[in-house]
């Protein structure tokens, strides 16, 4: 590639804009180095194999490299997802900036001498001040829709949710597992209440505090009768509301099979 600056300065961006985007805690920085890593650097060396220096006006080339790059992402993408390590960012990092080094690389061969390109070389493409100006606005609120997109920002008005679950807990469903998933806005505390049979000494009382996103869950045994089938209720209620039912869940147990002794022998 010697000789042919805008394939040096290619390979090089390429290889800055990794190391910031892997190594730089800040994450705006990070971001501002991974615009032109993903969007422009790898289409622009697709786009140096196939045509000529100065074949394609500048609007032309930079729209056709951006819409290259969205393409290598998505290819890459199916790629990556194929290898143990899966994406990442250090995989994203090191596979765009082996194809944009190759792609340069293969155009320089094409392109040949760099002597051959001088006089193309110094005819220079100065864009209109409103296309310019354009162009900037455009790049500020592509970065700026970027960092937005990976900041979280507060749900004040957002309504959360409990979930409550059972399932049997094995094969000979002797037992079962009741669960309890929070995803409120704020840690809260709750009673659980497990009634096996119709007979209300049978019911086992939980107390439980969940913070947003933690769950917990409890193995309960169930005695049977043979031959006869299995009745468990779960309910659930706000420990600020004990007497208003919040969630239930309730189950039928199969009835376990008997199996006739064997006569005795005489």
């Not at 490299?65 to 998505?74: D, F, R």
Request: proline share 9%; glycine share 6%; charged share 15%.
């Amino acid at each position: 590639m010697r000789g042919h600056r805008d394939l040096q300065r290619t390979s090089i961006g390429a290889v800055v804009c990794a190391i910031v985007a892997v190594l730089v805690p800040w994450e705006i920085v990070r971001v501002i180095a991974a615009v032109p890593l993903t969007l422009v650097l790898p289409g622009y060396a697709i786009a140096a194999i196939c045509f000529e220096p100065r074949e394609l006006a500048p609007p032309k080339l930079w729209t056709l490299s951006a819409g290259i790059s969205l393409m290598v992402l998505a290819l890459a993408a199916l790629l990556l997802n194929v290898f143990p390590f899966g994406l990442t960012t250090l995989s994203w990092a090191v596979l765009l900036v082996l194809v944009i080094v190759a792609c340069c690389r293969a155009a320089a061969l094409r392109r040949g001498r760099p002597g051959q390109h001088r006089r193309a070389a110094r005819r220079a493409w100065r864009p209109p001040p409103l296309a310019a100006g354009l162009v900037a606005v455009a790049a500020v609120i592509s970065i700026a829709a970027l960092v937005l997109a990976q900041r979280p920002l507060p749900a004040s008005n957002a309504v959360g949710f409990t979930a409550l679950w059972m399932l049997p807990a094995n094969s000979q469903e002797k037992a079962v597992v009741v669960g309890v998933l929070s995803s409120e806005q704020d840690p809260r505390d709750y009673t659980l209440e497990v009634t096996r049979g119709r007979k209300k000494g049978q019911a086992t009382t939980y107390r439980l505090s969940l913070a947003p996103g933690e769950e917990k869950t409890f193995e309960i045994p169930v005695p049977r009768r043979p031959g006869g089938r299995a009745h468990v209720v779960a309910s659930l209620y706000l420990a600020s509301q004990p007497r208003h039912l919040y969630r239930r869940v309730t189950t039928w147990l199969p009835r376990q099979k008997t199996f006739p002794l064997p006569p005795a022998a005489p």
